[in-house]
């Protein structure tokens, strides 16, 4: 199977001024290894933005602070990851401004590769 036919594109809300939008619970299984990408998609970012990586054992008890935390800069449109030895996990992006100001729209992708036992 080529590497495109296995990356899956998730729908996540816009995310506004301040406030944060998450996407979908994602399940690994053991050995499986999580290539995510965040795509801004937005026409002139100036603002730093928080990708939260949030993990759980169950999809519904969350992990706080998150288990990992990435900046997207005002001049960087993509930033990826990888991800393994989690159950399961869900990315959220917000606004790292200190007085935020403006809304975001992303792009999310990801293609899980490994042996699933």
């Known amino acids: 199977m080529p590497w495109l036919d296995r990356v ?5 809300d816009e995310s506004s001024p301040g406030g ?13 290894v999580v290539h995510y990408t965040v ?9 730093f933005w928080a990708i ?13 602070p998150p288990f990992e935390r990435y ?5 960087q449109l ?3 990851f990888l991800l393994a030895g989690v159950y399961s996990f869900r990315v959220k992006i917000s606004n790292a401004a200190a007085s935020p100001s403006e809304s975001v729209e992303t792009d999310h992708y990801y293609r899980k590769d490994g042996v699933n036992l």
């Open 8 to 12: 899956t594109q998730l729908d996540v």
């Open 20 to 32: 944060g939008a998450s996407g979908d619970w994602i399940t690994l299984n053991p050995n499986e």
């Open 39 to 47: 795509k801004r998609t937005d026409a002139t970012p100036t603002e």
């Open 52 to 64: 939260d990586v949030i993990t759980s054992l169950n999809s519904s008890l969350e992990d706080d």
């Open 71 to 75: 900046l997207l800069t005002a001049t």
């Open 78 to 80: 993509v930033k990826s």
